[in-house]
C-alpha cells in the first residue's frame, strides 16, 4: 500500500529527476510521477535499472505552461495512483538572464511557465479533491529572496520576480487553506545554470552544488510538512554564500525560520568562465 503520492513537474533531468530518485530511494512508502516535455523512454531505463522501482515509478509528456497538458497529467497521475495527490513538487522552470528577455513574447513565456505553470497545477489539483491534505514544495531560488529583500540580483530581475510572484501565492494559500501545507526552497547555483552564471560578466566564477543534494533537502522539507505546515530552506555552497553572495546573513536567515545549509569547499564545484576572453571585474573587486 503506497501511503504517498507524489506528482513531480520537469522531470528528466537536473533536479526534478533527482527528486524522482531521492523520493524513490528515501521514501519507501512514495509512489512518484513526473513528467517534462520530452522524457523519452527514461521510465523504461529507470526501472532496466532499478527493477524494484518497476510499479512505483511512472512517466510522461507535457508542458507544464499549458493548461490543457495539466489537466490531462493530473488525471493520468490519479489514474496511476488510484487516489488522489498527497504531494506537489513545483520544479519545471527556466533560468533565463534579463537581456533574453528582448519582448513580450519571451516575458510571457518565462512567466507561462515559472509563474502560470505552477499556480495552475496548484489549483487544478486542489479542484480535483478538496480537503484532502496536500503537501508542496516549490523550488523557487535565492533570486527570489534577493529579489524580496529589494535587492535583485544583476541581470536576473525578471527570474526572481517570478520566483518570489509563486512565493508570495503559496505563502497565502498556506494562511487560507488548512490541509495544504507548504514548503518553499531557496537553492544556490547548480547544474547546467550554474555554468551560464559563471560565464555571465555581471556574475562570474562560482561555486556549484550537486542537485542530489538540493533533492534531498527537498524532501526533507517535504517530509517535514507532516508536522508543520510551512517551511523553508536555503541550500548552497558555503564558498558561494560567504564570497558572491554574502550580503545573505546565517543569522538573519535563520531568525526568520529558513533553515540554513550550505555545502562544504570540498563537496563543491568550482566553475570558471569557459572563454577566457576578459577577466571578471566583479568578482575581483569582491575579493
Ligand atoms: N540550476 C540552478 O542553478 C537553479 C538555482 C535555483 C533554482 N533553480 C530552479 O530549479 C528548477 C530546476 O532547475 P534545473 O537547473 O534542474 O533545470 P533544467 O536542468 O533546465 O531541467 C529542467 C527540467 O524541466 C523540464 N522542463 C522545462 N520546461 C518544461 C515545460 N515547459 N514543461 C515541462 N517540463 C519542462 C525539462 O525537460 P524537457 O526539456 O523535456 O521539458 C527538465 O526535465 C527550476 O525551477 C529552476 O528555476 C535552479
Same mark, same amino acid.
Not at 495539466?70 to 519545471?92: C, S, V, Y
Not at 523557487?140 to 525578471?158: H, M, V
Not at 558555503?238 to 546573513?249: A, N, T, Y
Given at each position: 500500500?503506497?501511503?504517498?503520492?507524489?506528482?513531480?513537474?520537469?522531470?528528466?533531468?537536473?533536479?526534478?529527476?533527482?527528486? =524522482?530518485?531521492?523520493? =524513490?530511494?528515501?521514501?519507501?512508502?512514495?509512489?512518484?510521477?513526473?513528467?517534462?516535455?520530452?522524457?523519452?523512454?527514461?521510465?523504461?531505463?529507470?526501472?532496466?535499472?532499478?527493477?524494484?522501482?518497476?510499479?512505483?515509478?511512472?512517466?510522461?509528456?507535457?508542458?507544464?505552461?499549458?493548461?490543457?497538458?495539466?489537466?490531462?497529467?493530473?488525471?493520468?497521475?490519479?489514474?496511476?495512483?488510484?487516489?488522489?495527490?498527497?504531494?506537489?513538487?513545483?520544479?519545471?522552470?527556466?533560468?533565463?538572464?534579463?537581456?533574453?528577455?528582448?519582448?513580450?513574447?519571451?516575458?510571457?513565456?518565462?512567466?507561462?511557465?515559472?509563474?502560470?505553470?505552477?499556480?495552475?497545477?496548484?489549483?487544478?489539483?486542489?479542484?480535483?479533491?478538496?480537503?484532502?491534505?496536500?503537501?508542496?514544495?516549490?523550488?523557487?531560488?535565492?533570486?527570489?529572496?534577493?529579489?524580496?529583500?529589494?535587492?535583485?540580483?544583476?541581470?536576473?530581475?525578471?527570474?526572481?520576480?517570478? +520566483?518570489?510572484?509563486?512565493?508570495?501565492?503559496?505563502?497565502?494559500?498556506?494562511?487560507?487553506?488548512?490541509?495544504?501545507?507548504?514548503?518553499? =526552497?531557496?537553492?544556490?547555483?547548480?547544474?547546467?545554470?550554474?555554468?551560464?552564471?559563471?560565464?555571465?560578466?555581471?556574475?562570474?566564477?562560482?561555486?556549484?552544488?550537486?542537485?542530489?543534494? /538540493?533533492?534531498?533537502?527537498?524532501?526533507? =522539507?517535504?517530509?517535514?510538512?507532516?508536522?508543520? +505546515?510551512?517551511?523553508?530552506?536555503?541550500?548552497?555552497?558555503?564558498?558561494?554564500?560567504?564570497?558572491?553572495?554574502?550580503?545573505? +546573513?546565517?543569522?538573519?536567515?535563520?531568525?526568520?525560520?529558513?533553515? /540554513?545549509?550550505?555545502?562544504?569547499?570540498?563537496?563543491?564545484?568550482?566553475?570558471?568562465?569557459?572563454?577566457?576572453?576578459?577577466?571578471?571585474?566583479?568578482?575581483?573587486?569582491?575579493?
Amino acid at each position: 500500500m503506497h501511503t504517498e503520492h507524489i506528482f513531480i513537474s520537469g522531470a528528466s533531468r537536473g533536479l526534478g529527476k533527482a527528486f =524522482l530518485e531521492t523520493f =524513490l530511494t528515501k521514501n519507501p512508502t512514495a509512489q512518484v510521477f513526473g513528467f517534462s516535455r520530452t522524457p523519452g523512454d527514461m521510465e523504461q531505463q529507470m526501472i532496466t535499472e532499478q527493477p524494484q522501482w518497476q510499479g512505483r515509478l511512472h512517466i510522461s509528456a507535457g508542458d507544464a505552461s499549458k493548461e490543457e497538458d495539466i489537466k490531462r497529467l493530473l488525471g493520468e497521475a490519479t489514474d496511476f495512483f488510484n487516489a488522489p495527490i498527497d504531494g506537489l513538487i513545483l520544479n519545471a522552470g527556466n533560468f533565463l538572464f534579463d537581456e533574453n528577455l528582448t519582448d513580450d513574447t519571451s516575458k510571457k513565456a518565462l512567466h507561462d511557465l515559472n509563474v502560470r505553470g505552477n499556480t495552475s497545477l496548484v489549483e487544478q489539483t486542489l479542484e480535483q479533491k478538496q480537503d484532502h491534505p496536500l503537501r508542496i514544495v516549490f523550488v523557487s531560488s535565492t533570486a527570489s529572496l534577493a529579489e524580496k529583500r529589494g535587492e535583485a540580483f544583476p541581470s536576473s530581475n525578471e527570474y526572481g520576480k517570478t +520566483k518570489a510572484e509563486v512565493d508570495a501565492y503559496l505563502r497565502t494559500l498556506h494562511e487560507t487553506a488548512e490541509h495544504v501545507h507548504i514548503a518553499l =526552497l531557496y537553492p544556490g547555483p547548480f547544474g547546467d545554470s550554474a555554468q551560464k552564471i559563471a560565464d555571465h560578466p555581471d556574475f562570474g566564477d562560482t561555486w556549484a552544488i550537486d542537485e542530489k543534494l /538540493v533533492a534531498e533537502m527537498g524532501v526533507q =522539507l517535504f517530509n517535514q510538512l507532516k508536522t508543520e +505546515k510551512f517551511a523553508e530552506g536555503i541550500i548552497l555552497s558555503e564558498k558561494h554564500f560567504s564570497i558572491e553572495h554574502g550580503f545573505f +546573513k546565517k543569522e538573519d536567515l535563520e531568525a526568520q525560520g529558513i533553515m /540554513v545549509r550550505f555545502i562544504p569547499e570540498a563537496q563543491s564545484k568550482y566553475l570558471t568562465r569557459k572563454k577566457n576572453e576578459n577577466t571578471n571585474e566583479l568578482r575581483e573587486n569582491k575579493k
